[in-house]
């Protein structure tokens, strides 16, 4: 990406803020119709004991895992502010990229101020991220290089921006959540603009090996995602008698969903760089029921 373009990037970002504060009808309580999350992306649509469920225990389904949804977003891209803090110390300050990264990181504090808000709203109690998903947040976040951290952080980008479009394009949705999702589609889309472009000068470097282990890191970051956002403590919530069968087959349901649903972009991603080899393929495909 050359400097021009990024300089143009950050004029936009200074010219045409988004504020979450004036962007979003705060004010508008949801209506009896609205609902929170689209069908399709919750985590027991398209199992059987998704029909026995009541309206109000389905729209309460919704509920609960959209809030899952946004609490996870917005502690990834907490941890994804401590890394550019981090990374733009060692840039000198009039630089380009330093300049973008910073436009990025006011982005990343409004959305994270929006997302508690929107949670609020919603009257949501986030599940807190498991031991694991901690350590290896944290871990990755402090040790891995550069690189890696920027293609975890495209992937993760890739892959919720599909989720938040379908949430924005149902209709139905309540309002609030709506433009929330706008407001992220629209900055994180410079945001991934930027970082796919730093990424190939990396990638175009890269020899078999280093191209094996982005390829890696990027799956392991869409895991992380993906197991973020089925919780089995929000079958009890919404009165199911077994929570932990529940549990059992919406993980398995919810990883072919997510597979069919929200991989479009990032396979097509991975492939420019030529990411799928005899080394990764077959973790795509069983891992990720990945169709590569
Ligand atoms: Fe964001
Ligand atoms: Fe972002």
Redesign the pocket.
Known sequence: MDVAEVERLIKISKEHPLMPETFIPWQQDPLPEDIFLPEILTSLHGLEIYDTLTPAQKLELGRHELVQVIAS?SWG?CLFCLFMTRHILTLPPEDVEYRFLLRELI??FR?QEMFGQAIAKLGGKPIRQSGLHKFFGEFSNKYLPADYLFMGSVSV?LVTDIFGNHARRSPNIYPVIKKMFDL?NI??GR?ILFTKNLLKKYAAKAGYIKRTLYSYVILFNILFVRTMYVKREIYARIGLEDPDKVFKLATGNFKKKFSETCLVDIINFVDEWKGFNLATRWAWRWILEANV
Request: without cysteine; glycine residues 0%.
């Open positions: 977003y891209e982005e990343e959305h980008e992220h900055e994180e945001h």
